[in-house]
């Protein structure tokens, strides 16, 4: 007799086209063979198809390209995959362009995360703290970042319970979108979690980033830029141990309870 294949599991990354997403999405497929990865990228200049070339084969990975504000995109999405998992990547992300534009910021990072969250919330759940028997354990994980905590003093380290202080429309619209995602917890009962990571590196990183930028500069006997006074201080970590690490927390962190 044959074995039963066992059920899969299908989860949402959105932004997976991006840095960090792409490079968590081929780590993610090769080590859970139960899940069925559905990559939700909008492809604006940060996303590229070709980070996630590896997989595109893959019969455990389907790219859907879209804007997370569109509801009735999300909502599809959720019917026809029946999503059980959300890993919420997606944003705006560079300091210098949110100041040009805050407005692309605002509406990505805070009505697109609404957007999934409400979307989640509504398909998962019959009413506010009670989950849908069938999505029991269905979980949304929202990837932050350090920045929603403000600037670094010279010895200073950042902990989940520093307090906010956003300085730029980039980390103030992350702020907001760590608030709308710990109001759900809250009001709705929804199972969330929320990461805040310092600087990535490594990969596929775009190269109007700080250490591509270095790179580029220095190879090609160039003016290194200096950002600000030079003084700020910056912590980070290799991109593939911060996939590592949302995979743990997404498994296994209790529910975020401040």
């Not at 490079?23 to 899940?35: A, R, T």
């Not at 070339?53 to 504000?69: A, H, M, S, T």
């Not at 040009?100 to 409400?118: H, Q, S």
Request: aromatic share 14%; net charge neutral.
């Amino acid at each position: 007799m044959k074995k039963a294949k066992p059920p899969t599991t299908s989860i949402l990354v959105t932004g997976g086209c991006g840095f960090i997403g792409s490079n968590f999405i081929p780590y993610f497929l090769e080590k859970y063979s139960p899940y069925l990865i559905i990559n939700l990228d909008k492809l604006t200049y940060a996303g590229n198809r070709d980070n996630v070339k590896e997989v595109e084969d893959n019969p455990r990975y389907k790219f859907v390209q879209g804007d997370i504000c569109d509801r009735s995109l999300i909502e599809n999405i959720f019917c026809e995959f029946d999503i059980r998992g959300v890993l919420h990547f997606a944003a705006e992300s560079h300091v210098d362009n949110s100041i040009k534009c805050p407005d692309v910021f605002i509406k990505t990072n805070l009505e697109g995360t609404f957007t999934l969250l409400d979307v989640a919330k509504n398909y998962w759940m019959d009413a506010p703290h009670t989950y849908k028997k069938e999505y029991l354990g269905c979980r949304f994980h929202h990837i932050s970042t350090d920045e929603v905590y403000g600037s670094l003093n010279d010895t200073g380290i950042f902990r989940e319970d520093s307090p906010y202080a956003p300085n730029s429309p980039y980390s103030a619209s992350k702020a907001g979108s760590d608030f709308l995602v710990r109001s759900y917890y809250h009001t709705y009962g929804l199972n969330i979690v929320i990461s805040n990571s310092s600087n990535n590196y490594g990969p596929k990183q775009h190269p109007e980033k700080f250490i591509p930028t270095v790179i580029r500069k220095a190879i090609s006997l160039e003016k290194i830029p200096i950002y600000g006074t030079g003084k700020n201080i910056r912590d980070w970590i290799y991109v593939l141990d911060h996939c590592k690490a949302v995979d743990c927390i997404f498994h296994t962190a209790n529910v975020w309870d401040p």
